[in-house]
Every structure is written in structure tokens, then in C-alpha cells.
T-cell receptor
Framework: NAGVTQTPKFRVLKTGQSMTLLCAQD?????MYWYRQDPGMGLRLIHY???????AKGEVPDGYNVSRLKKQNFLLGLESAAPSQTSVYFC????????????FGDGTRLSIL | SQKIEQNSEALNIQEGKTATLTCNYT??????LQWYRQDPGRGPVFLLL?????KEKRKERLKVTFDTTLKQSLFHITASQPADSATYLC?????????FGAGTTVTVRA
């Protein structure tokens, strides 16, 4: 039982490059989330999805796009990476909303030079 | 604006003592409040959930209180152990998502 798996674990990009972060969950959860975590700022929600084929903006969506084509996968894209997007990115999933715990992956550490 | 504030200072305590962490919030009306533990280099792990109509919740050596009048939750680790050293995050529910505090780092000395 893998839970939430994020790939890659580490990546270094140059400014202007694009990339996609992959999140996969095997718990049949409806809800999935992408966060970024920066020192002293805690987890900030980028985008989330309440079901297959749906996405919604979170607190800090600019510069990111997402897709949820399959229930078990949630992709986060950076179209043109900027140094301000250097961060640790976490994916999470849950059965439903606030009355259920979120299950997190171990993060992707992304550096943009 | 909405704000979630946790102890800004790291907490250093002696093994066996009780650690008490604070989570204060403004401009939220959460029906639920959750606490997570995060170890270095890992994702957060869920610990406890407390509902707005519950005053207190316990799980083993952990105790959480939730005061909607004070807009505050307290998180207690009793009989602390070095293995309890981690960062602890509180999170409030709202509109299909959680909002997280920045966390409090706890170090338990043997």
C-alpha cells in the first residue's frame, strides 16, 4: 500500500524551462491537493480537485496549471519556471473535505536557477 | 484577513515533561480543526481531528482542545519522548480545503 507517491523527488530547472510533477494515490480518494512549502510560511494551497475531471484554484495558483484526467493522478505543471517557484511541493489526497484527514506524499524539492 | 498563528518560537523541553502548543486563528469559522506532525524531509502525517462541538480529544499521549470562543486550539504532548521531536502543524477546514499554520518545532531532550 503505497499511499501517495510523488515523482520526481528532486529536480533542478533553469529559468523559463517547463516541467510536470506527478502525484499518484492508491486509496481511491476523491479529493487531491497541491501545496508548496516555504520556510516560515507553512503549506500554501496551489490547486485542488474534488473529483476526476475537476480542478480549482487555491491560494497561490499563478504560474501553475493542473490536470486530473484519472481519479488516481493529479499533475502539476510549471509552464515557464521562475526562481520564485523554488520550493518543496507536496501532494495530498483525502476521502472528502475538512472532516477527513489528508494523506501527504514526501514532496518534490524543486530548485530553479 | 484570515490568519492562523502557531507558536513562532521553537519549543525545547526535557524528556518526560508536557509540551503545549498553541494555534490561534482569526476570521475563520471552522467546523473541524486538525493537527499534523511533520518530520524533516517528509510530508505531514495526520494526528488528530477535533470538531467544533468537542472541547477535548485524546489519543494516547496526545490531547487537543478546541475553544471556538477564544478561537484557539491547544495541543499537548504528555510524558514527552525524544521521538516526539518534530514540527507540528494545525489546520482549519473551509470550502473543500484545509488552511495550515506555519508549524511549531518541538525538540525533546533526553
Amino acid at each position: 500500500n503505497a499511499g501517495v507517491t510523488q515523482t520526481p523527488k528532486f529536480r533542478v530547472l533553469k529559468t523559463g524551462q517547463s516541467m510536470t510533477l506527478l502525484c499518484a494515490q492508491d486509496m481511491n480518494h476523491e479529493y487531491m491537493y497541491w501545496y508548496r512549502q516555504d520556510p516560515g510560511m507553512g503549506l500554501r494551497l496551489i490547486h485542488y480537485s474534488v473529483g476526476e475531471g475537476t480542478t480549482a484554484k487555491g491560494e497561490v495558483p499563478d504560474g501553475y496549471n493542473v490536470s486530473r484526467l484519472k481519479k488516481q493522478n493529479f499533475l502539476l505543471g510549471l509552464e515557464s519556471a521562475a526562481p520564485s517557484q523554488t520550493s518543496v511541493y507536496f501532494c495530498a489526497s483525502s476521502y472528502s473535505s475538512g472532516n477527513q484527514p489528508q494523506h501527504f506524499g514526501d514532496g518534490t524539492r524543486l530548485s530553479i536557477l | 484577513s484570515q490568519k492562523i498563528e502557531q507558536n513562532s518560537e521553537a519549543l525545547n523541553i526535557q524528556e518526560g515533561k508536557t509540551a503545549t502548543l498553541t494555534c490561534n486563528y482569526t476570521n475563520y469559522s471552522p467546523a473541524y480543526l486538525q493537527w499534523y506532525r511533520q518530520d524533516p524531509g517528509r510530508g505531514p502525517v495526520f494526528l488528530l481531528l477535533i470538531r467544533e462541538n468537542e472541547k477535548e480529544k485524546r489519543k494516547e499521549r496526545l490531547k487537543v482542545t478546541f475553544d471556538t470562543t477564544l478561537k484557539q486550539s491547544l495541543f499537548h504532548i504528555t510524558a514527552s519522548q525524544p521521538a516526539d521531536s518534530a514540527t507540528y502543524l494545525c489546520a482549519l477546514d473551509g470550502d473543500y480545503k484545509l488552511s495550515f499554520g506555519a508549524g511549531t518545532t518541538v525538540t525533546v531532550r533526553a
